[in-house]
């Protein structure tokens, strides 16, 4: 009996594999690759869903509901949250101000990543050691380098202001003056990313075969002709994916302008709030767990959207 019963689910299995790749028009070999491969990332998969996919799912949810976390009843109020984001100030500044932080931070570290990758690039000696001092900042963690910054922009004892002083320049409330809060943190933030831009971009323009520079020289191309007719255009792809990270990543700015618009060296008032300093106040300050859903949602919204029209406007030239 354990043979047949053996044999028996042995010819069911087979059976059912050739319905399979007849289903799918693949063949067992290719069949047999997609279940090992997606055997092994079942746990992975696994892990991704709770941790990420079901609390995204789970904003959402709780986007719909008047939802404090110390009230008992949580009643459902549709899209309400939503009507009141549009007439809340503080979120209509923040979402101002991320925009504002983001536009900046993104463009400059692209356009100052790219030149810089384009002078490490070239035949510069101590390349590495360049490239080291750059990268630096990007894995020392935001929090203590957020303090720093803080201390090199403070009014009355700050490193630059000190340097400033050099030049005849009167001190300045970097972080106190409602004129230069802002730049302050751009500065700091694209300090802290450059380096990331400049390694990425550096890879790619390493990657571009030297055979098509040599066919632009031996055309009499001149330096700026080969960086625009040549270099640009293989470099899209990579340009694409760093504009998309960097406009992700200014989006969610948090820690540097939370540590820094701390105490008496901040801006006054809600000069400098973004959108997900709004989002933790509204939700763990408040309790407005629903409210802060919504804005939580929102900014996912705004960020797909973004990165879908970079697509749409670089992706007919990278293909």
Known sequence: MGVTSAGGELRYDAALSAWICRRLRISRVTLATYVFCYTGLA???????????????????????????????????????????????????????????????????VVLGLALAVMLSGKLRLTGVYQAIYFVPVIMPMVPMAIAWKWIFDARYGILNYFLSWFGVQPI?????????????????????????????????????????????????????KFRRITLPLLEPIILFVIIVSTINAYNVFT????????????????????????????????????????????TIIVIVLTLIQFRVMRPSVE
Not at 59 to 66: A, E, G, I, Q, R
Not at 174 to 198: C, E, F, H, R
Not at 274 to 293: E, P, R, T, W
């Open 43 to 109: 746990p992975i998969l696994l892990v991704y869903w709770i941790l990420r996919l079901q609390p995204i799912g789970r904003t959402f949810y709780l986007s719909f509901y008047d939802w404090h976390l110390i009230r008992p009843l949580k009643p459902f109020v549709g899209l309400g949250n939503y009507q009141d984001l549009l007439q809340d100030q503080n979120f209509l500044g923040a979402l101002r101000n991320t925009t504002v932080f983001a536009v900046f931070v993104v463009t400059i570290s």
């Open 173 to 225: 409330g970097w972080l106190t003056s409602p004129d230069m809060a802002m730049a302050a943190i751009i500065i700091m933030s694209v300090w802290k990313v450059l380096g990331y831009n400049m390694v990425l971009l550096l890879v790619g323009l390493q990657s571009i075969p030297t055979i098509y520079y040599e066919a632009a020289s031996i055309d009499g191309a001149a330096g700026w002709a």
């Open 256 to 299: 540097q302008v939370y540590v820094m618009t701390q105490g008496s060296q901040a801006a006054p008032g809600g000069l400098l709030r973004v959108l997900v300093f709004d989002i933790y106040q509204n939700g763990f300050q408040f309790f407005k767990m629903g409210f802060a859903s919504a804005e939580a949602v929102v900014l």
